[in-house]
Nanobody, 121 residues
Framework: QVQLVESGGGLVQPGGSLRLSCAAS????????MGWYRQAPGKQREMVAA???????TYANSVKGRFTISRDNAKNTVLLQMNSLKPEDTAVYYC???????????????WGQGTQVTVST
C-alpha cells in the first residue's frame, strides 16, 4: 500500500511564503511524475505544479515565477516552495504521484489527504 503524506500548510499573510512537502511511502519501485493540485471552495481541482522523474517541471500560469517545485527521487519526496502568496492561492493543496510502479509491477496513481493553505490578513 502506498501512502502520500503532506505537511506544511497553514495561515499566511499576503506576500508571505510557505513550503509544502509530500512523502510517498510503501513498496515503490519508481514514480513517473509528482505534483501538486489545489481546490478552492466552489471550484474544480486544478494542477498547480508537476515534476517528472527527469526533473522536467510544469506550472500553472497563475503561479509561474512565484512557486517552485522540486523533488528527491531517492526519497520519493516532492516540495512546493510558495512565495509572494496571494489570497487567491487559498485552497486545499493535494499531492499527487502519477505512474507509481509497485510490487505487482503495475502503475497506479495516488493522492494525499490534502493540506489547507489560507492566505489572509
Amino acid at each position: 500500500q502506498v501512502q502520500l503524506v503532506e505537511s506544511g500548510g497553514g495561515l499566511v499573510q499576503p506576500g508571505g511564503s510557505l513550503r509544502l512537502s509530500c512523502a510517498a511511502s510503501g513498496s515503490i519501485f519508481s514514480i513517473n511524475a509528482m505534483g501538486w493540485y489545489r481546490q478552492a471552495p466552489g471550484k474544480q481541482r486544478e494542477m498547480v505544479a508537476a515534476i517528472t522523474s527527469g526533473g522536467r517541471t510544469t506550472y500553472a500560469n497563475s503561479v509561474k515565477g512565484r512557486f517552485t517545485i522540486s523533488r528527491d527521487n531517492a526519497k520519493n519526496t516532492v516540495l512546493l516552495q510558495m512565495n509572494s502568496l496571494k489570497p487567491e492561492d487559498t485552497a486545499v493543496y493535494y499531492c499527487n504521484a502519477d505512474g507509481v510502479v509497485v510490487a505487482d509491477l503495475h502503475e497506479y496513481d495516488y493522492w494525499g489527504q490534502g493540506t489547507q493553505v489560507t492566505v489572509s490578513t
